[in-house]
Nanobody
Protein backbone atom coordinates (compact mmCIF):
# COMPACT_ATOMS: atom_id res chain seq x y z
CA UNK A 1 0.00 0.00 0.00
CA UNK A 2 1.03 3.60 -0.63
CA UNK A 3 0.26 6.63 1.53
CA UNK A 4 0.28 10.24 0.35
CA UNK A 5 0.41 13.05 2.90
CA UNK A 6 -0.28 16.59 1.72
CA UNK A 7 0.47 19.84 3.50
CA UNK A 8 0.63 23.56 2.82
CA UNK A 9 -2.96 24.52 2.19
CA UNK A 10 -4.65 27.48 3.83
CA UNK A 11 -6.27 30.86 3.39
CA UNK A 12 -4.56 33.44 1.19
CA UNK A 13 -5.57 36.77 -0.33
CA UNK A 14 -5.96 37.15 -4.10
CA UNK A 15 -2.56 37.64 -5.68
CA UNK A 16 -0.83 35.72 -2.92
CA UNK A 17 1.18 32.51 -2.99
CA UNK A 18 1.08 29.08 -1.39
CA UNK A 19 3.28 26.01 -1.69
CA UNK A 20 1.74 22.57 -1.40
CA UNK A 21 3.81 19.52 -0.52
CA UNK A 22 3.06 15.82 -0.93
CA UNK A 23 5.19 13.04 0.50
CA UNK A 24 4.64 9.45 -0.57
CA UNK A 25 5.58 6.39 1.44
CA UNK A 26 4.98 2.66 1.34
CA UNK A 27 5.48 0.04 -1.33
CA UNK A 28 6.64 2.06 -4.35
CA UNK A 29 8.59 -0.01 -6.86
CA UNK A 30 9.51 2.54 -9.53
CA UNK A 31 9.61 6.33 -9.75
CA UNK A 32 5.97 7.23 -10.38
CA UNK A 33 4.17 9.98 -12.21
CA UNK A 34 2.87 12.37 -9.60
CA UNK A 35 0.45 15.22 -9.83
CA UNK A 36 -2.05 17.56 -8.29
CA UNK A 37 -5.78 17.67 -8.90
CA UNK A 38 -8.41 19.92 -7.38
CA UNK A 39 -12.12 19.85 -6.70
CA UNK A 40 -14.20 22.93 -6.06
CA UNK A 41 -17.65 22.70 -4.44
CA UNK A 42 -20.22 21.42 -6.91
CA UNK A 43 -17.61 20.68 -9.56
CA UNK A 44 -15.78 17.61 -10.78
CA UNK A 45 -12.20 16.90 -9.82
CA UNK A 46 -9.83 18.36 -12.41
CA UNK A 47 -6.18 18.05 -13.28
CA UNK A 48 -3.93 20.89 -12.12
CA UNK A 49 -0.43 19.63 -12.96
CA UNK A 50 1.54 16.42 -13.39
CA UNK A 51 5.22 15.49 -13.54
CA UNK A 52 6.57 12.30 -15.09
CA UNK A 53 9.50 10.21 -13.86
CA UNK A 54 11.65 11.96 -16.47
CA UNK A 55 10.59 15.40 -15.28
CA UNK A 56 8.16 16.33 -18.07
CA UNK A 57 5.38 18.56 -16.79
CA UNK A 58 1.81 19.19 -17.85
CA UNK A 59 -0.48 21.97 -16.63
CA UNK A 60 -4.12 22.89 -16.91
CA UNK A 61 -4.52 25.99 -19.08
CA UNK A 62 -6.05 27.85 -16.16
CA UNK A 63 -2.84 27.63 -14.10
CA UNK A 64 -0.11 27.89 -16.75
CA UNK A 65 2.36 30.62 -15.92
CA UNK A 66 1.18 30.81 -12.30
CA UNK A 67 1.73 27.32 -10.86
CA UNK A 68 4.89 25.21 -10.92
CA UNK A 69 5.11 21.51 -10.11
CA UNK A 70 8.44 20.01 -9.06
CA UNK A 71 9.91 16.93 -7.43
CA UNK A 72 11.90 16.80 -4.26
CA UNK A 73 14.52 14.36 -3.08
CA UNK A 74 13.60 11.55 -2.85
CA UNK A 75 11.60 11.62 -6.05
CA UNK A 76 8.45 10.51 -4.30
CA UNK A 77 7.97 14.01 -2.95
CA UNK A 78 6.20 16.56 -5.09
CA UNK A 79 5.53 20.26 -4.66
CA UNK A 80 3.11 22.73 -6.19
CA UNK A 81 4.17 26.36 -6.05
CA UNK A 82 1.09 28.51 -6.60
CA UNK A 83 1.55 32.20 -7.37
CA UNK A 84 -0.87 34.96 -8.35
CA UNK A 85 -3.70 33.04 -6.76
CA UNK A 86 -7.27 33.86 -7.78
CA UNK A 87 -10.57 33.22 -6.00
CA UNK A 88 -11.38 30.63 -8.66
CA UNK A 89 -8.37 28.60 -7.46
CA UNK A 90 -10.29 27.87 -4.27
CA UNK A 91 -10.69 24.10 -3.97
CA UNK A 92 -9.54 20.99 -2.18
CA UNK A 93 -6.22 19.99 -3.73
CA UNK A 94 -5.37 16.30 -3.97
CA UNK A 95 -2.00 14.68 -4.54
CA UNK A 96 -2.00 11.80 -7.02
CA UNK A 97 0.52 9.03 -7.69
CA UNK A 98 0.46 6.72 -10.69
CA UNK A 99 2.86 3.77 -10.79
CA UNK A 100 2.70 1.96 -14.08
CA UNK A 101 -0.65 1.30 -15.71
CA UNK A 102 -2.52 -0.21 -12.82
CA UNK A 103 -1.53 1.41 -9.54
CA UNK A 104 -2.99 4.76 -8.58
CA UNK A 105 -3.25 6.42 -5.18
CA UNK A 106 -4.72 9.63 -3.79
CA UNK A 107 -3.98 11.81 -0.80
CA UNK A 108 -6.62 12.97 1.62
CA UNK A 109 -6.71 16.50 0.21
CA UNK A 110 -5.77 19.93 1.50
CA UNK A 111 -8.02 22.99 1.38
CA UNK A 112 -6.88 26.10 -0.48
CA UNK A 113 -9.05 29.18 -0.05
CA UNK A 114 -8.34 32.40 -1.93
CA UNK A 115 -10.35 35.25 -0.49
CA UNK A 116 -9.99 38.81 0.71
Amino acid sequence: QVQLVESGGGLVQPGGSLRLSCAASGSILVIPTMGWYRQAPGKQRELVATITPGGATNYADSVKGRFTISRGNPKITVYLQMNSLKPEDTAVYYCNLKEGASREFWGQGTQVTVSS
